[in-house]
């Protein structure tokens, strides 16, 4: 049995427990794939069961963030909160989606990339404000300017170590809880939302009202959907289609959503310059949704069928790595003439786990997720089709193993540019020096040197123009700096930056210990029991 507790907040949280590990993926040699942050989701429905919407939501939206999953239930009179490690399917069952009774709800999957990975970090994020009532909070994306955010809730006795948690997200939290002491929660909000820097996608909630934001350059995607006696909104349109809601529009940039009794308010706090993330067409979004208008499946086909009209390869065969290159390996060979063919098997099973694997286990690599059909590439050409390369390990081992079983050449084809530059805005790709495609002088040197360290016959990928061609978003409107450097949202120094900033500021600051008097007032807790 897991103990839990019931703080006066009506927050749970394990007590007493030790807290499930989320371990690395079962790649070769420790090889980390682009992550999400997170997802979030958001649903305001009198007489309909907003905790089970909530958490179907954030099935659907799994693939944003692994590490932890929470929902926030609203009933006019309290908000509880329901937290922990673990994927959505792991942390909720029917017993306790059936105790989190009310109208509007919040909930969260989270992948870090600033805070680390424990139970303080996960969301949603839940405070007090000054009048008593309960704010709920998740976010989606990362800040830029979270070490001087952190300041000011600091300087403000509302943020400190004693809290234990380490994310921009709390940070906002406190900082919107502290504005709503004398004023209501959408006014806060209004107050502070021009004063956050960087990529978020909020939805947040008190106990009668549903809020969603969206950063002005949105970064991130967001979209409101209409159910029969409702709203929705979710981080792709593919949650929105799970529980039965209507797609209405994608959420603007710079703007402000509150849903409640009267209806949906919307509120310019920004002027919108969008720069929506180029990623999320090439990896990050679900096939099935749709973003800003473009079906992201129908942009990952148009980008193999470009692919192979930029760096055509004579083969037998097209295949995929699954399942993120699949779409573009359909486009590549429509494109090219060459058959499409089913060579690789992925265990749909492994991916995050909380098992560390022995050393032996380790050893087998990438052959735990994906295994080679031999009767299929044996004494075969290959085009093997894959959305990007990181580090270069999974693909090295990848085409060792398609040589092992019989393969006679194998010729890779990326679906996306080398990615040379980290992202500050809500991706966690690797650090620069682990890049294999950061610091080439040449682009000519750099898929050449790339080609000789995974072991291919030949190497391709798609330029930026063509990724962005393939959107049929201008330019302008996106963000590709992973790709091309540029960084739309300034950024500042690198000490003020990184996943563990908040912990470096509070480990550097431990004299200066504040207790925040809006949580320390929370003492009774009382223990309850869950199978």
């Not at 749709?290 to 992201?296: E, P, Q, T, Y």
């Not at 995050?352 to 087998?364: C, E, M, V, Y």
Request: glycine share 10%; net charge negative.
């Amino acid at each position: 049995m897991t103990e839990l507790s019931v703080h006066s907040s009506n927050l749970v949280s394990p007590s007493g427990t030790e807290p499930r590990r989320d371990g690395a993926p079962f790649d070769d040699e420790h090889e980390i794939e682009p992550r999400e942050e997170c997802g979030v989701f958001g649903v305001w429905a009198p007489g309909e069961d907003v905790a089970k919407l909530t958490y179907y939501g954030l099935y659907a939206l799994q693939h944003r963030g692994q590490e932890a999953a929470g929902i926030a239930v609203g009933d006019g009179a309290q908000v509880l909160v329901f937290k922990d490690l673990g994927l959505v399917s792991q942390v909720f069952d029917e017993q306790t989606l059936g105790s989190m009774a009310g109208h509007v709800a919040v909930g969260h999957c989270r992948y870090s990339t600033t805070g680390s990975t424990s139970w303080e970090n996960s969301q949603p994020i839940f405070r007090h404000t000054a009048a008593g009532n309960g704010v709920a909070l998740g976010h989606n994306g990362n800040l830029v300017n979270t070490a001087e955010l952190a300041q000011r809730a600091r300087e403000l006795r509302i943020y400190g170590r004693s809290e234990g948690a380490s994310s921009d997200s709390d940070v906002i939290g406190a900082l919107l809880a502290h504005a709503a002491a004398d004023k209501t929660l959408e006014q806060a909000a209004l107050e502070l939302l021009p004063d956050l820097r960087g990529a978020f996608c909020l939805t947040f909630q008190d106990e009668n009202t549903l809020y969603a934001a969206r950063d002005p350059h949105g970064i991130r995607p967001l979209s409101l959907g209409r159910l029969d006696r409702g709203w929705v909104v979710a981080s792709e349109t593919a949650a929105l289609d799970i529980v039965g809601a209507s797609f209405v529009r994608d959420i603007e940039p710079g703007e402000l959503l509150a849903i409640d009794a009267d209806g949906v308010r919307s509120t310019r706090f920004a002027e919108p310059t969008p720069k929506g993330c180029i990623f999320e067409y090439v990896y990050l979004a679900r096939p099935d949704s749709v973003i800003n208008g473009r079906s992201v499946h129908s942009t990952r086909v148009d980008i193999g069928r470009r692919l192979a009209r930029e760096e055509p390869a004579v083969g037998d065969l097209v295949i995929p790595v699954p399942e993120s290159g699949t779409p573009a390996a359909v486009g590549y060979a429509q494109e090219s003439g060459i058959p499409y063919g089913q060579g690789l098997m992925k265990n749909a099973y492994v991916g995050r786990t909380f098992i560390q694997p022995s050393q032996t286990i380790r050893q087998l690599g990438i052959r735990l997720k994906l295994n080679p059909l031999k009767e299929v590439i044996r004494g075969k050409k290959l085009v093997v089709v894959d959305d990007s390369i990181v580090r270069g390990n999974t693909q090295r081992a990848l085409i060792r193993m398609l040589r092992e079983a019989g393969a006679a050449e194998v010729h890779v084809r990326i679906a996306s540019s080398p990615v040379r530059w980290p992202c500050f805005y809500g991706i966690d790709f690797a650090s620069p020096a682990e890049l294999i495609a950061n610091g080439m002088e040449s682009e000519e040197s750099m898929v050449e040197g790339i080609r000789q360290a995974i072991g291919a016959d030949s190497l391709g990928y798609l330029s930026v123009d063509q990724m962005v061609a393939a959107t049929q978003q201008p330019a302008s409107a996106l963000c590709a700096a992973c790709f091309d450097g540029v960084y739309p949202i300034e950024l500042p120094h690198e000490t003020s930056m990184g996943k563990a900033v908040l912990e470096t500021m509070m480990k550097n600051s431990a004299a200066d210990e504040i207790a925040d008097p809006l949580t320390t007032a929370n003492d009774n807790v009382s223990a309850v029991m869950r199978p």
